[in-house]
């Protein structure tokens, strides 16, 4: 035990947790959770499985603290913008437009930072909604619960006319828009045969935008009902 003790307090260095969160991100990414080893983990960071332990108490526990480590203030700068703006209109509803911009527009502005990590937890964040990891997708429900209530709200506030069924399609197409952006134009450039040089972070945003805003103002389907 005190040879134990003596290894943790080694490696219990101000920065450990941070090398582990970032370590165990970027392994994600590439590998996903189920292919991702705890032993994986510890290699990347310079770290012991002791001190894993220590900080996050198991694989579950640190996944979680990968994602809340930026979801939390992704979420909060989300909720900012929307009581910005809903402070701005007093009663009258938003404009459709503006709510789009204040939830996608944040999270691409995150997408765009590849000096933080933000670019990394969003193909992060990308993967995930595309992998069927029950406990994940459970976790990620719970601290999108409280966003998508808002949001949701207000598009319905803002959008009488269309039905609140059809509103979810949409915002479920412009969801798996943004995260098939997040991947990345590599996939799309193979099966095309071509080549896209621009691929430059910061165009992302002006570019999804133009896109999701015009999904948003799309005719209306007719369903023959």
Same mark, same amino acid.
């Given at each position: 035990?005190? @040879?134990?003790?003596? !290894?943790?307090? &080694?490696?219990?260095?101000?920065?450990?947790?941070?090398?582990?969160?970032?370590?165990?991100? !970027?392994?994600?990414?590439?590998?996903?959770? /189920?292919?991702?080893?705890?032993?994986?983990?510890?290699?990347?960071?310079?770290?012991?499985?002791?001190?894993?332990?220590?900080?996050?108490?198991?694989?579950?526990?640190?996944?979680?603290?990968?994602?809340? +480590?930026?979801?939390?203030?992704?979420? *909060?700068?989300?909720?900012?913008?929307?009581?910005?703006?809903?402070? =701005?209109?007093?009663?009258?509803?938003?404009?459709?437009?503006?709510?789009? *911009?204040?939830?996608?527009?944040?999270?691409?502005?995150?997408?765009?930072?590849? /000096?933080?990590?933000?670019?990394?937890?969003? &193909?992060?964040?990308?993967?995930?909604?595309?992998?069927?990891?029950?406990?994940?997708?459970?976790?990620?429900?719970? =601290?999108?619960? *409280?966003?998508?209530?808002?949001?949701? %709200?207000?598009?319905? &506030?803002?959008?009488? /006319?269309? !039905?609140?069924?059809?509103?979810?399609? +949409?915002?479920?197409?412009?969801?798996?828009?943004?995260?098939?952006?997040?991947?990345?134009?590599?996939?799309?450039?193979?099966?095309?045969?071509?080549?896209?040089?621009? =691929?430059?972070?910061?165009?992302?945003?002006?570019?999804?935008? !133009?896109?999701? @805003?015009? %999904?948003? &103002?799309?005719?209306?389907?007719?369903?023959? =009902?």
């Amino acid at each position: 035990m005190a @040879l134990q003790m003596r !290894s943790v307090t &080694r490696t219990l260095q101000p920065e450990t947790p941070d090398r582990i969160l970032d370590a165990a991100e !970027s392994l994600f990414v590439e590998h996903g959770f /189920e292919g991702t080893s705890m032993r994986m983990i510890t290699r990347a960071a310079n770290a012991n499985l002791a001190a894993v332990n220590y900080y996050f108490g198991s694989k579950d526990a640190l996944i979680q603290a990968v994602f809340r +480590r930026r979801l939390t203030a992704l979420n *909060e700068a989300r909720l900012a913008a929307l009581n910005h703006l809903e402070t =701005e209109v007093g009663d009258a509803p938003l404009k459709p437009s503006r709510i789009v *911009e204040a939830f996608f527009g944040t999270a691409l502005v995150m997408a765009a930072d590849t /000096e933080h990590g933000g670019a990394t937890f969003m &193909r992060l964040l990308s993967r995930t909604c595309n992998e069927p990891n029950t406990f994940v997708r459970k976790f990620l429900a719970e =601290e999108y619960a *409280e966003v998508m209530d808002r949001f949701l %709200g207000a598009l319905f &506030r803002a959008l009488p /006319e269309v !039905s609140r069924a059809e509103i979810m399609w +949409r915002f479920h197409f412009m969801m798996g828009a943004m995260s098939f952006a997040m991947v990345g134009i590599e996939g799309v450039q193979a099966m095309a045969g071509l080549s896209c040089k621009d =691929e430059d972070p910061a165009h992302l945003l002006p570019r999804l935008m !133009s896109f999701l @805003l015009g %999904g948003l &103002r799309a005719p209306l389907p007719d369903l023959g =009902e």
